[in-house]
């Protein structure tokens, strides 16, 4: 059964948890925005990087539409049993979101431990 809070109270979830991450993470993230959705499409996904990783922005700001980092409310709540389980979970797929951001993949994610 799913962890019982309500959308809302997701979305202040993410918002603290966000808050809560070091200055010199998020202080480098341009043209980002962060969403929270029900349920990524075909995946059991807890969230995902949609845009381009600054490694490989070339020529950039010129109009572009913001990267996204999307956390998936549905699958965090099926995963966790508490609200200090859920607010780790949520803290560590926005660390692996913004990695990817920064040009980290899941292989150096998995070796750092976040992924």
Known sequence: MPYPISPEEFEAIVTDELDELP????????????????????????????GVAITERGTYGFGELPDRIVVFREAH?????????????VHTTLVHEIAHFYGIDDDELHRLGWA
């Open 23 to 50: 200055d010199d993470m998020v202080d480098g993230l341009d043209n980002v925005v962060f969403l929270v959705e029900d349920r990524y499409e075909t995946e059991d996904l807890l969230g995902i990087y949609e």
């Open 77 to 89: 709540l099926e995963r966790c049993s508490t609200m200090d389980e859920l607010r780790d979970e």
